[in-house]
């Protein structure tokens, strides 16, 4: 059953990079949100962290979400808009601290390492079939 511990391990990674997606998705939906009153914060950066975790029914280290913090060490961005409601006495306007470019990247990251856990994921169920295939044959 080392077969099957190797998909469920692989299943956790997948769910893990999915939840990531939905963060820098989350993010980049809002890099253009400005702050709507002088003095308030715009929407802050979110990241996520993972942590292993002992699956008993597996016998094996599994990756969970170890939860979603804001970013508080990124400044925000700054832009000269002296006609927004959020701007401030000399006329700037505070946007979220998400730089897209950042974001795509991160994107980029997880699509791969979830192809990665997918194909681990072909490589077991192949190699089931084939050792079904053995004992029938």
Same mark, same amino acid.
């Given at each position: ?11 956790? #990674?997948?769910?893990?990079? #999915? ?19 002088? &003095? *308030?914060?715009?929407? /802050?950066? $979110? ?8 699956? @008993?029914?597996? #016998?094996?280290?599994?990756? @969970? +979400?170890? #939860? ?8 925000? /961005?700054? $832009?000269?808009?002296? +006609?927004?409601? &959020? ?6 306007? @505070? ?7 950042? *974001?795509?990247?991160?994107?980029? *990251? ?8 997918? &194909? ?9 079939? /084939? ?5 029938? &044959?």
């Amino acid at each position: 059953m080392e077969i099957m511990n190797a998909i469920g391990i692989s299943a956790s #990674g997948m769910r893990a990079q #999915g939840e990531r997606l939905r963060v820098i998705s989350q993010n980049i939906a809002n890099s253009d949100t400005a702050a709507t009153m002088p &003095g *308030e914060e715009p929407y /802050r950066r $979110k990241t996520i962290t993972f942590k292993n975790v002992m699956d @008993k029914t597996l #016998g094996a280290e599994i990756v @969970k +979400d170890g #939860g979603i913090a804001e970013d508080m060490k990124s400044p925000f /961005r700054l $832009k000269f808009m002296p +006609d927004h409601p &959020g701007a401030d006495a000399n006329g700037y306007v @505070k946007l979220p601290n998400v730089n897209t470019l950042i *974001e795509t990247m991160d994107m980029r *990251e997880a699509q791969r390492s979830y192809e990665a856990n997918l &194909g681990m994921i072909d490589i077991a169920k192949s190699m089931m079939s /084939r050792t079904l295939d053995l004992l029938r &044959g």
